[in-house]
Structures are given as structure tokens and as C-alpha cells.
């Protein structure tokens, strides 16, 4: 059974070369560091494509519950479809 997607929500891919590390469908918001500063994106953001600082990023799907992960470098692609950043490591961080 496939459960609908919140209306404000968007898709987040994380992958690494390793493994796929998230894959979660529910995402209200995320907040990363690329090459041009730092940018929180929201469903319908302006599809863009750029470098993935190395940092920590945080995304939420509640508002107030939120996962974080530490990045290397990597890119960073927005579209209608959501978030997908492919990076060169990435795990669970607090």
C-alpha cells in the first residue's frame, strides 16, 4: 500500500557511492551549503542545479523534527520532482 505525500512535501535522495542513504518521499523542507551560500528549499522551489559544500544539511517532514547529515562535496538538483544530492560521502550526523 503506497501512503499519499503531503501536499507541502517533496521527494529527498541522498545518494553516496556507497549506498543510497535516504530515499524519503514526506520532505517539508532541507537546508544545505553549496557553492554559492547557504539555501533552504521548500516544495515548487526554482529548479536549479549546483555544487554540495562539504557541511551538514538538515531536512524535516514534520517542522519541528529534523535529521541531520554530514556531506563531502558533491551536486545538488532541484526540480519539480524534489531534491536528489549526490555526494562523495554523507552519514547521519547530530
Known amino acids: 500500500m503506497r501512503i499519499a ?9 541522498i545518494i ?3 549506498e543510497t542513504l535516504v530515499d524519503q ?17 521548500l516544495k515548487n522551489h526554482a529548479p536549479i542545479l549546483t555544487s554540495l559544500s562539504p557541511g551538514k544539511l538538515h531536512f524535516t517532514n514534520d517542522g ?3 535529521k541531520f547529515v554530514s556531506v563531502d562535496s558533491g551536486i545538488v538538483q532541484i ?4 531534491v536528489t544530492i549526490i555526494a562523495n560521502f554523507a552519514e547521519f550526523s547530530k
Open 64 to 66: 519541528s523534527n529534523f
Open 16 to 18: 553516496t557511492p556507497q
Open 5 to 13: 505525500r503531503k501536499m507541502d512535501s517533496f521527494k529527498l535522495t
Open 79 to 82: 526540480n519539480k520532482l524534489g
Open 25 to 41: 518521499e514526506d520532505i517539508q523542507s532541507i537546508n544545505l551549503k553549496t557553492i554559492a551560500g547557504e539555501m533552504t528549499a
